[in-house]
């Protein structure tokens, strides 16, 4: 019950503020995008508002592992994947060197696949403010690391209904992103 109401209060903002705007767009969307956007809602609320944790998937780094173990595992679930690391920001570094005090760690790993990012961005123009994929790595004020993303399901569930090809790229790049978060959260290789 709880779910058909919050479904049927979403929907009815959407018609309202949108008037008919959204009922032209609403046969060319991905079949899963309501849910997409229900749950970003869903996140949205119970964070008190917070955008970022609305669009972003979030995972806790396992007690004990470090900047080093986190950047193996990144590289190593990225092998044959496609993805390649196209830079890293070491911030906390930068803000070493501006600053002359120690900071806690914050470090985003930058991948691509060029043949890929050309795709969405003929896809949409947009889609290029979102290249490349990014994982960033944070350290909290316990010492514990955090790793952050964008939320993947957005990029291929969220919109227009994508030719098959490009969403079968698509989803291989979200599930590669979900893969290498799983992989530096937990120490894996």
Known sequence: MRNFLKVSIL?????????????SVKDNLDPKAMDVYSNMY??????GGDLGAATVWHMEVAEGLGPDDIKMSIESAAVGS??????EMPLSKQLELETGEEQKYMNIYQYCSPQIARKAVDFSPYFSAYLPCRIAVVED???RFHLYSLNMDMFVHGGKEMPEEFKKDAMHVRDTMWKMMQSAASGGF
Request: hydrophobic share 45%; aromatic share 8%; charged share 20%.
């Open 42 to 47: 869903d996140k949205f609320v119970e964070s």
């Open 141 to 143: 004020d316990e010492g």
């Open 82 to 87: 496609g993805l390649m690391n196209v830079g």
């Open 11 to 23: 929907g009815a903002a959407i018609m309202t503020l949108s008037g008919c705007g959204f009922m």
